[in-house]
């Protein structure tokens, strides 16, 4: 575990959950949104035979993904490089070293922590 991150998933005050270096963003106006990546150059794609690895960490090569049980609940979708989670019922996301967090249904952006370093002026990724 690493000291920088609580083991239980936090609730951000614009909604975000975050737990470990993932970001789960909730979409809002879900209806308009879905309707609008139907066609054209932001159409969702879903992904096929997807193992519910929503990211895997480049450091520790552990993952955050959906619990195998709620695999049925959940869509991973992309649009160009944005990542999305369309959770239909409450879903566990799953992690070695964070405790499991039950995410409520909605559509969800998925991103990343980034780390501002004010010395260089530069931001990054955090990774765990």
């Known amino acids: 575990m690493h000291e920088c991150y609580p083991k239980d998933a936090v609730k951000l005050l614009n909604g975000t959950w975050q737990h470990g270096d993932v970001l789960f963003k909730p979409v809002e ?4 949104f879905m309707e609008s ?6 159409k969702f794609e879903q992904e096929r035979d997807w193992d519910g690895v929503i990211l895997e960490g480049s450091a ?3 993952a955050h993904r959906v619990a195998p049980k709620d ?12 990542q ?3 959770v239909k019922k ?11 967090h039950t995410l409520p249904p909605g559509l969800y952006q998925i991103d990343r922590v980034r780390m501002n370093d004010h010395f260089t002026n530069k931001t990054h990724f955090v990774y765990d």
């Open 29 to 32: 106006e879900f209806e308009k």
């Open 60 to 62: 520790t090569g552990n």
């Open 37 to 42: 990546h139907k066609s054209g150059y932001n």
């Open 71 to 82: 695999l049925g609940s959940v869509e991973f979708l992309k649009s160009w490089h944005t």
């Open 90 to 100: 409450a879903t566990d996301i799953v992690h070695e070293e964070h405790n499991t």
């Open 84 to 86: 999305y989670l369309y």
